[in-house]
């Protein structure tokens, strides 16, 4: 799942042309509709020409809303930069590239919109030519620039194309199976409760699950789940989510606050970070400075404290320790921008090194500053394996492409993470491993493998009298590509995690019970299809008679076979009536099923289905009215 981010100057048509793109609205607040300007995150979604489906975050372009458009843009995978055509770049277009920039948002498309305002030929080439400059010393260099008109529909399908093809090149989100969902809006509906919506950064959210609200620490239950307003059961990485909490009021959860599994984070108030400045920073930053910190979709107050310099210039580059005026949930890898106090203005960002620095650090101890700088960039190993959890199950051709390493670097850090056991190969390993080679980190195998667990042993649990999970549901619920997920499930098994028999798949100390009750209405209800073979039970009187367990049950044990939706029969019944049936049409040649209905006593719906069921298993076929044996 990808999100979508606008980005771009007030007034220049961010809203219009989302709408123009998706059918909704994003300005849901009534002072927006009436005064026509962005002033909160909007939302929306579309399918883009492949099929697959995007959300979309709205930001306001006013320079006052600017910290809320910050809010927005931490979790995007692409920008779609806004720019109107006949007034060009503006202020807030280069404020929110530099944001882009820094939270290193490398990946956009430009809507070069309003363009059947524009009547002068040669204006959209100058307005172009001004994009690329403003774009050529930014991460997003070479973004391609679609002119778009709202009005007319003007190339609305060239830019889903454009955006389609930026997201391909994306590399799939970092999912480390710990479950993160910084909320950007909390409210109450009537008959529901508390709901918050967020971007989910890492892990899943599935319906039922115990989530913990941080800082705060409240813990809740996940009622519900919505991804673009239509009900899920689970929540993946890079999705936009609502989650539906049972166990919490609104008012104990802000914007900012961050959903997680319970006791998987701590918050902290206090961040290591490296720190990119702006050229064009309207001011110098000094030890001990009064700053505003932008994280995920929190804000927070902060003294900053330089580290290895006395001040740092507009361009500078540096190390910062953040105190925050109040905890936030951080990790290692996490982008920000630091803003100033007042007047509001972007200082500059950058990424955090520790998220959880054990002390205050002396502001010039060189072996502080070389700690931060190998937890920032890590070893060739640290980042094959980095790039392995985040991919997943991956190729290992795949996993070395984008880890970026050359390839002598990453044979070095392949042999060394082999040596450290760091590795976990889906189908077996040779002395040199394959580039078509399946593989993962183990430490991203470990929590599958708790989670399969969890899963199944929920399944155990609910249904205990069902020899397993089907097998096609529980693929659904592995969250890896479909390609793979039979090399998947194969591996569990051969680990031994799971077994997998008769397409169900089950824990290996998992045996099918029966309660005492159960047994008797098994007991029960299979006495009366033997005291009436051949006119039994429907299936909705076998479930008011024995319960869906018991029925269940019957069926995967083979004590009972469904030949329609409502006909079931014994295994012996069944064998006779084909057997009767075979003679009667070796003799005969041809039978209706008003023939069979009277042969054996029954209704036309039971003699319907069986002739049905022996179509289907090769035994007859069907020549207008009647039925033959099939040769």
Same mark, same amino acid.
């Given at each position: 799942?990808?999100?979508?981010?606008?980005?771009?100057?007030?007034?220049?048509?961010?809203?219009?042309?989302?709408?123009?793109?998706?059918?909704?609205?994003?300005?849901?607040?009534r002072?927006?509709?009436?005064?026509?300007?962005?002033?909160?995150?909007?939302?929306?979604?579309?399918?883009?020409?492949?099929?697959?489906?995007?959300?979309?975050?709205?930001?306001?372009?006013?320079?006052?809303?600017?910290?809320?458009?910050?809010?927005?843009?931490?979790g995007?995978?692409?920008?779609?930069?806004?720019?109107?055509?006949?007034?060009?770049?503006?202020?807030?277009?280069?404020?929110?590239?530099?944001?882009?920039?820094?939270?290193q948002?490398?990946?956009?498309?430009?809507?070069?919109?309003?363009?059947?305002?524009?009547?002068?030929?040669?204006?959209?080439?100058?307005?172009?030519?001004?994009?690329?400059?403003?774009?050529?010393?930014s991460?997003?260099?070479?973004?391609?620039?679609?002119? *778009?008109?709202?009005?007319?529909?003007?190339?609305?399908?060239?830019?889903?194309?454009?955006?389609e093809?930026?997201?391909?090149?994306?590399?799939p989100?970092?999912?480390?199976?710990?479950?993160?969902?910084?909320?950007?809006?909390?409210?109450?509906?009537?008959?529901?409760?508390?709901?918050?919506?967020?971007?989910?950064?890492?892990g899943?959210?599935?319906?039922?699950?115990?989530?913990?609200?941080?800082?705060g620490?409240?813990?809740?239950?996940?009622?519900?789940?919505?991804?673009?307003?239509?009900?899920?059961?689970?929540?993946? *990485?890079?999705?936009? *989510?609502?989650?539906?909490? /049972?166990?919490?009021?609104?008012?104990?959860?802000?914007?900012?606050?961050?959903?997680?599994?319970?006791?998987?984070?701590?918050?902290?108030?206090?961040?290591?970070?490296?720190?990119?400045?702006?050229?064009?920073?309207?001011?110098?930053i000094?030890?001990?400075?009064?700053?505003?910190?932008?994280?995920?979709?929190?804000?927070?107050?902060?003294?900053?404290?330089?580290?290895?310099?006395?001040?740092?210039?507009?361009?500078?580059?540096?190390?910062?320790?953040?105190?925050?005026?109040?905890?936030?949930?951080?990790?290692?890898?996490?982008?920000?921008?630091?803003?100033?106090?007042?007047?509001?203005?972007?200082?500059?960002?950058?990424?955090?090194?520790?998220?959880?620095?054990?002390?205050?650090?002396?502001?010039?101890?060189?072996?502080?500053?070389?700690h931060?700088?190998?937890l920032?960039?890590?070893?060739?190993?640290?980042?094959?394996?980095?790039?392995?959890?985040?991919?997943?199950? *991956?190729?290992?051709?795949?996993?070395?492409?984008?880890?970026?390493?050359?390839?002598?670097?990453?044979?070095?850090?392949?042999?060394?993470?082999?040596?450290?056991?760091?590795?976990?190969?889906?189908?077996?390993?040779?002395?040199?491993?394959?580039?078509?080679?399946?593989?993962?980190?183990?430490?991203?195998?470990?929590?599958?493998?708790?989670?399969i667990?969890?899963?199944?042993s929920?399944?155990?649990?609910?249904?205990?009298?069902?020899?397993?999970m089907?097998?096609?549901?529980?693929?659904?619920?592995?969250?890896?590509?479909?390609?793979?997920?039979?090399?998947?499930?194969?591996?569990?098994?051969?680990?031994?995690?799971?077994?997998?028999?008769?397409?169900?798949?089950?824990?290996?100390?998992?045996?099918?019970?029966?309660?005492?009750?159960?047994?008797?209405?098994?007991? /029960?209800?299979?006495?009366?299809?033997?005291?009436?073979?051949?006119?039994?039970?429907?299936?909705?009187?076998?479930?008011?008679?024995?319960?869906?367990?018991?029925?269940?049950?019957?069926?995967?044990?083979?004590?009972?076979?469904?030949?329609?939706?409502?006909?079931?029969?014994?295994?012996?019944?069944?064998?006779?009536?084909?057997?009767?049936?075979?003679?009667?049409? %070796?003799?005969?040649?041809?039978?209706?099923?008003? %023939?069979?209905?009277?042969?054996?006593?029954?209704?036309?719906?039971?003699?319907?289905?069986?002739?049905?069921?022996?179509?289907?298993?090769?035994? /007859?076929?069907?020549?207008?009215?009647?039925?033959?044996?099939?040769?």
């Amino acid at each position: 799942m990808r999100v979508i981010g606008t980005a771009g100057h007030v007034d220049h048509g961010k809203s219009t042309l989302v709408r123009a793109l998706t059918g909704i609205n994003p300005d849901r607040l009534r002072e927006e509709q009436e005064r026509q300007m962005t002033i909160d995150l909007g939302f929306a979604w579309m399918t883009l020409p492949a099929g697959e489906e995007v959300g979309i975050i709205d930001v306001p372009g006013h320079r006052d809303f600017i910290e809320n458009m910050l809010a927005g843009v931490g979790g995007i995978d692409a920008a779609l930069l806004v720019i109107a055509a006949d007034e060009g770049v503006m202020p807030q277009t280069r404020e929110h590239l530099a944001i882009l920039d820094l939270l290193q948002v490398h990946r956009s498309v430009v809507a070069l919109a309003k363009i059947d305002l524009v009547h002068e030929p040669h204006w959209l080439d100058l307005v172009r030519e001004d994009i690329g400059q403003l774009l050529e010393h930014s991460g997003l260099s070479g973004s391609p620039i679609v002119p *778009v008109s709202s009005a007319t529909g003007e190339g609305l399908e060239q830019l889903k194309h454009s955006l389609e093809q930026v997201l391909s090149t994306a590399a799939p989100r970092a999912d480390l199976g710990r479950p993160r969902l910084p909320v950007d809006r909390a409210f109450s509906m009537a008959g529901f409760g508390t709901v918050v919506t967020g971007t989910l950064v890492d892990g899943a959210l599935e319906v039922g699950q115990e989530v913990e609200v941080l800082p705060g620490g409240q813990r809740a239950r996940v009622r519900g789940l919505q991804t673009h307003k239509s009900p899920v059961q689970s929540a993946v *990485v890079g999705s936009r *989510v609502a989650a539906n909490l /049972t166990g919490i009021e609104v008012r104990q959860v802000r914007r900012g606050d961050v959903l997680v599994q319970p006791d998987s984070e701590q918050a902290t108030t206090r961040l290591d970070v490296r720190f990119r400045m702006l050229a064009d920073a309207p001011q110098r930053i000094r030890h001990n400075q009064a700053a505003k910190l932008f994280l995920g979709a929190a804000q927070r107050g902060a003294r900053v404290r330089l580290l290895g310099a006395q001040e740092l210039s507009p361009g500078d580059q540096g190390w910062l320790q953040l105190e925050l005026e109040e905890p936030v949930v951080a990790r290692r890898g996490d982008h920000y921008i630091l803003r100033r106090a007042s007047p509001g203005a972007t200082l500059g960002g950058g990424v955090v090194a520790d998220a959880h620095p054990s002390q205050r650090h002396r502001r010039f101890d060189r072996a502080v500053l070389h700690h931060l700088e190998s937890l920032l960039s890590g070893s060739p190993a640290d980042v094959l394996e980095e790039t392995l959890a985040g991919l997943g199950v *991956v190729e290992l051709g795949e996993a070395v492409r984008a880890s970026g390493l050359d390839p002598e670097t990453a044979e070095r850090a392949l042999g060394e993470l082999r040596e450290r056991d760091a590795l976990l190969f889906l189908a077996g390993e040779g002395a040199v491993p394959r580039p078509d080679q399946r593989l993962m980190a183990r430490r991203a195998w470990d929590p599958m493998v708790e989670r399969i667990r969890r899963l199944l042993s929920a399944y155990h649990q609910s249904h205990p009298a069902r020899s397993g999970m089907p097998r096609e549901e529980l693929k659904s619920r592995l969250e890896v590509p479909a390609r793979i997920q039979g090399a998947m499930l194969e591996r569990l098994s051969l680990a031994g995690v799971l077994i997998e028999q008769a397409g169900r798949v089950r824990l290996p100390d998992f045996q099918v019970q029966l309660t005492s009750e159960q047994q008797l209405a098994a007991t /029960t209800l299979l006495n009366r299809f033997r005291a009436s073979p051949y006119l039994t039970p429907s299936w909705k009187e076998c479930l008011q008679a024995a319960g869906e367990e018991v029925v269940a049950y019957l069926l995967e044990s083979g004590r009972l076979i469904r030949l329609s939706e409502e006909v079931l029969l014994e295994p012996g019944a069944l064998a006779e009536m084909s057997g009767k049936l075979r003679l009667e049409l %070796e003799g005969r040649g041809e039978i209706t099923v008003a %023939e069979v209905r009277d042969l054996f006593a029954t209704s036309r719906k039971y003699a319907l289905a069986l002739m049905e069921h022996l179509d289907r298993t090769g035994t /007859t076929y069907r020549q207008g009215d009647v039925r033959r044996l099939k040769v």
